[in-house]
């Protein structure tokens, strides 16, 4: 089985790197609070099946996570890792919503695996839209960070947190998308 890097993106400490954030019917969402719960509830789950995973503590941003990976791993990283970054998305239209994966420029047949079956599970979980296995071209930034640790990784984008609708199917089905997405995390380090 595959060693599994997972990380929240960005931080849940006020003042630090917290992402992108929404007020929606008078309750405002952080990306790094979110994404930080989503990889604590992943963990034990993780850890029963027996996945060897190192999890970022939240309080980083992702310079300095990434420079801990680095010095945590060293050159014992390779290709059988996976790292994953979780991540909600933003749009200053709030009709604009759905779940995507970014996989690297140059991905290989692992990472487009891992990244359908981790976006189908969310889509499935939550009923969101899928917005396909994206190049990382195709993002905001054309080059992330993420995809330059020195093994195989994808970023998911759980759904967007400025869309309504979205937020509404995440409140309401969060901890099946938890199960779904461990569960889809096990079976893709399982090949």
């Given at each position: 089985m595959r060693k599994l890097i997972l990380s929240a993106g960005h931080?849940?400490?006020?003042?630090?790197?917290?992402?992108?954030?929404a007020t929606i019917d008078g309750k405002t969402w952080y990306e790094g609070d979110e994404a930080a719960r989503i990889v604590a509830d992943l963990y034990p789950i993780l850890i029963r099946n027996n996945v060897d995973v190192?999890?970022?503590?939240?309080?980083?941003?992702?310079?300095?996570?990434?420079?801990?990976?680095?010095?945590?791993?060293?050159?014992?990283?390779?290709q059988d890792t996976l790292a994953v970054e979780i991540h909600f998305n933003a749009?200053?239209?709030p009709e604009v919503g759905g779940s995507e994966v970014i996989i690297p420029q140059s991905a290989t047949g692992y990472e487009k695996q891992a990244a359908e079956y981790t976006l189908g599970a969310i889509c499935s979980a939550l009923k969101t839209k899928s917005r396909g296995v994206r190049d990382e071209s195709e993002t905001f930034r054309k080059r992330l960070?993420?995809?330059?640790?020195?093994?195989?990784?994808?970023?998911?984008?759980?759904?967007?947190?400025?869309?309504?609708?979205?937020?509404?199917k995440y409140e309401?089905?969060?901890?099946?998308?938890?199960?779904?997405?461990?569960?889809a995390i096990v079976s893709t380090l399982s090949k």
């Open positions: 931080t849940n400490v006020p003042g630090k790197d917290r992402g992108a954030s190192y999890v970022d503590d939240y309080k980083n941003a992702l310079a300095d996570t990434l420079a801990t990976i680095k010095r945590v791993f060293g050159s014992k990283l390779r749009s200053q239209n960070g993420w995809m330059r640790i020195p093994c195989e990784t994808i970023l998911i984008e759980v759904c967007f947190m400025t869309s309504k609708q979205d937020m509404a309401t089905s969060y901890r099946a998308m938890v199960s779904s997405l461990a569960a």
